[in-house]
């Protein structure tokens, strides 16, 4: 089992930047951040597989970066140039099973932390 703890959400105005953590309690095979806005469906933003190969949803790409310290069981989302639409509640995911690539869709993820809100105002 893998037991994931987020932090670093807060209040930004457009343009501004934030640094999302996630604590784990081990190292899997791929991590990833999602969001979720109320009303709206969960989605993938960026993921991340044991030999450090990303992925990232478009509409953040060149604005995200997933990393993660290994050393520190910490995965990692900087956020910078943010955007309204960025608001929502962010989650970090966690995958044990082996997959070819990256994907993105929260079924491919088996554990879930709280989450950490982001708000972005214009």
């Known amino acids: 089992q893998v037991q994931l703890v987020e932090s670093g959400g807060g209040s930004v105005q457009a343009g501004g930047s934030l640094r999302l953590s996630c604590a784990a309690s081990r190292v899997t095979y791929r991590m990833g951040w999602f969001r979720q806005a109320p009303g709206k469906e969960r989605e993938g933003v960026a993921g991340?597989?044991?030999?450090?190969?990303?992925s990232y949803i478009d509409s953040v790409k060149g604005r995200f970066t997933i990393y993660r310290d290994n050393a520190k069981n910490t995965l990692y989302l900087q956020q910078n140039s943010l955007k309204p639409e960025d608001t929502a509640m962010y989650y970090c995911a966690a995958s044990s099973q082996y997959s070819l690539g990256i994907p993105l869709g929260p079924s491919f993820y088996q554990y879930w932390g709280q989450g950490t809100q982001v708000t972005v105002s214009a």
């Open positions: 991340i597989d044991q030999d450090g190969r990303v």
